[in-house]
């Protein structure tokens, strides 16, 4: 079994629950055929040892564990309930007890609450893992397990704030040294190397050295096994990461003075000695930042993938590193370089072992050629549609043409990619663009399936039914991949994803792209330039990840052992650890030149936070701390504007309240505006006396302030503060707001600022009262809205965005009205008004509410047609269509509902 307890990084409650699912259910092990998962408590014998790595619930050949043991009893309801370990429990029944403890509980709680149960719960399982440790009847490999899990459990309590986990691993591991059981004694070893490994990580005051000097003494002293050997590289591959190159080479070096004479470990030595000089060579960071637009690394990326490519004996690990690269390069339209490289590949594996892999290297080299051949050529493209027709490609004849290929189980361009391919075929569409997908599913009905959730506007060609091999025809080798044609038919770029699609759009059919940008003019105000935004789930850099394709898993070095335990990716964007306080101010205001779109990167902003904050914390001269810290407010404030915003506001608050009096003005101006800005956030606990004098202090800061994309939250809350007063007091301040906001720097809060000075207070939203109320439009889910639908039922339609504060406060209330009344008849449609589909994207995804919501340009007509000026904005329509009541308050429509039902 390998031993998952190596990366001392903080675990998310998922990622928790998944690894200890992991643990319990055997997935992620070494298994082979069609053995059983370890410990299944429904089978009808206990678990007994397996093959090497494994542990499986079936019974030895000769039928007999050692003598028969029959299933134990399952666990009482009332004990599983009460989270309570059961008196004279077996290893099973605990085992058991563990698996339902850490099952995610399914109740609505407060963050604190929630984080409580767990703790509670993580608790009760480290308990149940130690009983499992000295219980009379506990076989090795179970003692091994629960080793592995109270391990991990009281490492996620280090993480979640339990100052005595850390300590408590500690002598953990050093007391199993004494256990009677090898494979125990062996386990608390690597248990212990690895908290010095941790140790080094997190405190740049430690040395590696203690790293290379323990990691020496195991190789040498602990048995030989490829359990122990994938432990030890990724270990050295940490080191790497931490940039430390001279105590990695010194664990490599180790390494395979002990593993390196043995021919069973032969390949994985390899793999080792070709990794680490791809990570000596730093080739990710290279990349990456000559891919964020600093061409000084071109030449630096070229030299060092050439002297990667220099190593004898290659196999399919730096085969794999350099089709990234290329593919990368390819993408960036640097093809002299990519076939400079392609040549070397050529030399390199021009006698490789096994013949077979030679075959796979001509064929990546062969569909590389394939690729540069299409530039600035015509396209032929043919196949049968999803549909059951041919493609008719001459329809398509003048006009700009996006070609991708995708899968149905393709995870990443499901959740990243497609969302924005729906954006931009919406807004390029009628300036001449389409999209055709080539989908390489071999099963039709996964499309279909697909289908039924996700439809998507443009055709789709069905390989699995076209004649040939269209991806080899097109040298696809590594998702995703697309290309691009102009309207004259040629292909002008391939490797296109969605992150550049947009400004190569723009660029061939002639519009800027912020024509092709969906924006919301009305009153809602747009998001800043600098939403935070990631991905829904772990989405890797185009330029990082590869998936190779025509390969066989069982021919020759592609893939005859299996891969090393995969690592976990760090922030890319962190300063390099050693910089001076000076060298640490260039970095942050190098970071500041960046592109917008890489900006929106996850990892940025908060590289630019690290950096600042070690500037604070050093001996720097004053001026240096003063720019550090200023920048450090700035994209505290940047990042607060995400996921978890309270959380983050209070961390941004914690750092400004202290600094109201810097002598900097740049400081004290940041501290001051973020101060005002949280006390307008939470205006809906001031009591209703105390908004207007508020409400002039914010007109007083308009009116003095350089308004900038900073400030839109801030504008946001001060009109949702306006609609707190009475109705004859509103126009004041909204021609007063307006007039300062339209003095803006910022583009679209100016923008703004004249919505506001045009909207009347008059009878606001109450004019809607008994109207009849009709919406269409597209929903995120790509489909129309069928409006009608929702006769006879009360129907609240909330116009939000996910840049509004009030908006996201409102909407753990909305889904609980939700959830309490809508088997009552209930229903709630969205209205959502951001312009970056990206954010709303994101937030779909994490909280994932059960109701329709319109979106773009349809939501923006909806809110005009409606006069509709501040948000939230709420609708209460009865069962016949027609409004009964309006607020930008859900306790007032919970009251109206109340009524209505």
Request: hydrophobic share 40%; aromatic share 6%.
């Amino acid at each position: 079994m390998t031993h998952d307890f190596c990366r001392m990084t903080r675990l998310s409650v998922g990622l928790l629950v998944m690894t200890l699912l992991l643990f319990l259910s055997g997935c992620g092990n070494d298994k082979k055929g069609d053995e059983p998962d370890k410990y299944q408590v429904a089978d009808d014998v206990t678990g007994q040892q397996g093959s090497e790595g494994t542990v499986s619930t079936a019974p030895r050949e000769n039928g007999s564990a050692g003598g028969s043991i029959a299933k134990p009893p399952p666990v009482s309801a009332q004990a599983l309930n009460e989270l309570t370990i059961p008196e004279d429990a077996s290893p099973l029944q605990l085992r058991q007890f563990i698996e339902v403890a850490m099952r995610p509980s399914g109740r609505a709680m407060k963050p604190a609450d929630a984080e409580r149960d767990l703790k509670e719960r993580i608790g009760k399982s480290v308990k149940a893992a130690e009983q499992i440790l000295v219980h009379p009847a506990a076989e090795s490999r179970q003692r091994v397990d629960a080793v592995q899990l109270k391990f991990v459990l009281l490492n996620e309590l280090s993480s979640l704030g339990v100052v005595s986990a850390k300590e408590h691993m500690t002598l953990f591991a050093a007391a199993l040294a004494n256990d009677k059981d090898p494979e125990v004694v062996k386990l608390g070893r690597m248990m212990s190397f690895h908290l010095i490994v941790s140790e080094a990580i997190d405190d740049e005051a430690v040395s590696f050295d203690s790293v290379v000097e323990e990691l020496k003494a195991i190789s040498k002293e602990v048995e030989p096994s490829l359990e122990v050997l994938n432990q030890l590289v990724i270990a050295t591959f940490e080191v790497f990461d931490a940039n430390d190159s001279k105590s990695g080479r010194m664990c490599v070096d180790a390494i395979v003075s002990v593993y390196g004479n043995r021919t069973e470990y032969e390949q994985q030595m390899r793999d080792l000695l070709e990794r680490s000089l791809y990570l000596e060579l730093q080739l990710a960071d290279t990349l990456r930042e000559y891919n964020m637009g600093n061409s000084k690394m071109k030449d630096v990326l070229r030299n060092d993938t050439l002297r990667l490519l220099a190593q004898p004996n290659l196999g399919p690990t730096t085969l794999r590193e350099v089709i990234v690269i290329g593919n990368c390069l390819e993408r960036l339209g640097d093809f002299d370089i990519v076939r400079e490289l392609y040549r070397e590949v050529d030399r390199a594996y021009a006698q490789p072992r096994d013949p077979e892999f030679k075959k796979h290297v001509d064929a990546i080299k062969a569909a590389a050629i394939t690729r540069w051949a299409m530039l600035s050529k015509p396209l032929e493209l043919k196949g049968m549609t999803f549909a059951g027709t041919a493609f008719d490609w001459k329809a398509y004849q003048g006009k700009a043409v996006y070609v991708f290929f995708w899968s149905a189980s393709d995870e990443f361009f499901i959740k990243s990619e497609l969302p924005k391919l729906l954006q931009m075929y919406r807004t390029y569409k009628p300036n001449g663009l389409e999209l055709v997908g080539i989908n390489v599913d071999l099963n039709v009905e996964d499309v279909r399936n697909f289908f039924n959730f996700q439809p998507m506007p443009w055709t789709t060609i069905l390989a699995a039914r076209s004649e040939g091999d269209i991806p080899k025809q097109f040298g696809v080798v590594a998702f995703p991949f697309g290309l691009l044609l102009n309207p004259e038919g040629n292909v002008v770029a391939i490797q296109v994803d969605s992150q550049i699609l947009a400004t190569k759009i723009a660029s061939i059919l002639g519009v800027s792209e912020d024509e092709g940008t969906s924006s919301i003019d009305a009153e809602p105000i747009p998001s800043s330039t600098e939403p935070a935004t990631s991905d829904p789930v772990p989405t890797p850099d185009p330029c990082q990840e590869t998936v190779l394709t025509g390969q066989d898993d069982s021919d020759g070095d592609v893939a005859k052992d299996k891969p090393l335990p995969p690592l976990e990716k760090t922030n890319p964007y962190l300063a390099r650890k050693g910089m001076s306080p000076v060298q640490l101010v260039e970095y942050i205001l190098k970071m500041e030149d960046k592109p917008t779109g890489l900006r929106k990167r996850p990892g940025f902003k908060e590289a630019i936070v690290d950096a600042a904050e070690r500037v604070v914390q050093s001996d720097a001269a004053e001026n240096l701390v003063g720019v550090a810290l200023e920048q450090k407010l700035r994209w505290m404030h940047v990042i607060s504007m995400g996921d978890d915003a309270e959380e983050k506001i209070q961390a941004m608050l914690k750092v400004a309240r202290p600094h109201l009096d810097h002598p900097l003005d740049a400081v004290r101006q940041w501290s001051e505006f973020i101060v005002l800005e949280y006390e307008v956030l939470k205006i809906d606990d001031v009591p209703l006396e105390k908004v207007t004098p508020l409400l002039k202090r914010l007109e007083e800061f308009f009116a003095e302030a350089r308004l900038e994309d900073h400030h839109l939250r801030l504008a946001s809350a001060a009109i949702h503060a306006v609609n707190r007063i009475d109705v004859e007091s509103r126009e004041e301040f909204f021609q007063s707001f307006g007039k300062s906001f339209q003095k803006s720097a910022s583009k679209k809060l100016a923008s703004y600022g004249k919505k506001i000075a045009g909207a009347k207070s008059g009878g606001g939203m109450a004019e809607l009262l008994g109207k009849s109320l009709d919406i269409r439009g597209q929903t995120g889910l790509g489909t129309p809205i069928d409006w009608e639908s929702y006769r006879g039922r009360l129907v609240l339609v909330d116009f939000w965005a996910t840049w509004c504060g009030p908006c996201m406060r409102a909407a753990p209330d909305i889904r609980a009205l939700y959830d309490r009344h809508h088997e009552q008849g209930f229903d709630v449609v969205g209205i959502n008004l951001d312009r970056d589909p990206d954010a709303l994207t994101k937030y779909l995804d994490k909280e994932n509410p059960p109701w329709a919501n319109v979106i773009a340009e349809d939501a923006k007509k909806i809110a005009e047609e409606l006069g509709i000026h501040a948000i939230p904005a709420l609708l209460l329509v009865d069962k016949e269509g027609k409004i009964i009541a309006t607020s930008h308050s859900i306790s007032e429509i919970a009251a109206a509902l109340k009524k209505a039902l």
